[in-house]
């Protein structure tokens, strides 16, 4: 997928990633709970990827996850994610 924000896609995997194993989901236990496939989880998450997410998709995610919808895709002034716990 061509993109002109590849680095926002880049966080919003890894802000995904990381909500998922806080919440102790596997990516294929997380990939179950919304819907999708594993494969999809993957690339998503993929640092080198700019797989899209749909809007019913993010908020069904940010369900799942328990943390509201801007959250996922919020970033600070230098695009970092959460620390890591």
């Known amino acids: 997928m061509k993109t002109d924000y590849p680095e926002r896609y880049r966080i919003l995997g890894l802000k995904?990633?990381?909500?998922?194993k806080r919440a102790g989901y596997t990516q294929e236990a997380?990939?179950?709970k919304i819907g999708r496939s594993n494969n999809f989880i993957s690339q998503v998450?993929?640092?080198?990827?700019?797989?899209?997410?749909s809007l019913e998709t993010l908020f069904k995610m940010a369900e799942v996850l328990g943390v509201p919808a801007g959250e996922l895709l919020e970033e600070d002034q230098r695009g970092r994610i959460?620390?890591?716990k």
């Open 30 to 32: 997380f990939a179950e």
């Open 82 to 84: 959460p620390p890591s």
């Open 45 to 53: 998450e993929g640092v080198g990827t700019t797989k899209g997410v």
């Open 16 to 20: 995904i990633a990381y909500y998922r």
